[in-house]
C-alpha cells in the first residue's frame, strides 16, 4: 500500500503560480512512476504531467511550457510547477503513483484560478 499526501493548491490569480507537493509512502519511491492529474467540474479526469522513475517526463498538451513536474527521491515526493495559470486550470489536483501494474491515488487539493 502506498500512501499520497497532497499539499500546496489554493486560489491564484490569473498568470500567478503555484507548486504542488505529494509526499509518498514507502522505501522503493524512487521505482514509482508519479503522475499529477486534474479533475475540473463537470469533465474527466486527465493528465497533467507524468515521471518516471527514471525521470522522462510528459505533459499535456494544454500545460506545455507552463508547467513543471520534478522529483526528489531522497525525500519521496514528486512536486508540480505550475505558471502562468489561466481560469482553465481550475480544478482538482491528484497525485498519481504507479507501482508494477498497481495505480495509488491521493486525496487531491483544489486549485482555483481566478481574478
Known amino acids: 500500500q502506498v500512501q499520497l499526501v497532497e499539499s500546496g493548491g489554493g486560489w491564484v490569480q490569473p498568470g500567478g503560480s503555484l507548486r504542488l507537493s505529494c509526499a509518498a509512502s514507502?522505501?522503493?519511491?524512487?521505482?514509482?512512476?508519479m503522475g499529477w492529474y486534474r479533475q475540473a467540474p463537470g469533465k474527466q479526469r486527465e493528465l497533467v504531467a507524468g515521471?518516471?522513475?527514471?525521470?522522462?517526463?510528459n505533459y499535456a498538451d494544454s500545460v506545455k511550457g507552463r508547467f513543471t513536474i520534478s522529483r526528489d527521491n531522497a525525500k519521496n515526493t514528486v512536486y508540480l510547477q505550475m505558471n502562468s495559470f489561466k481560469p482553465e486550470d481550475t480544478a482538482v489536483y491528484y497525485c498519481?503513483?504507479?507501482?508494477?501494474?498497481?495505480?495509488?491515488w491521493g486525496q487531491g487539493t483544489q486549485v482555483t484560478v481566478s481574478s
Open positions: 498519481n503513483a504507479k507501482v508494477t501494474i498497481v495505480r495509488y
Open positions: 515521471i518516471t522513475s527514471g525521470g522522462s517526463t
Open positions: 514507502g522505501s522503493i519511491f524512487s521505482l514509482y512512476d
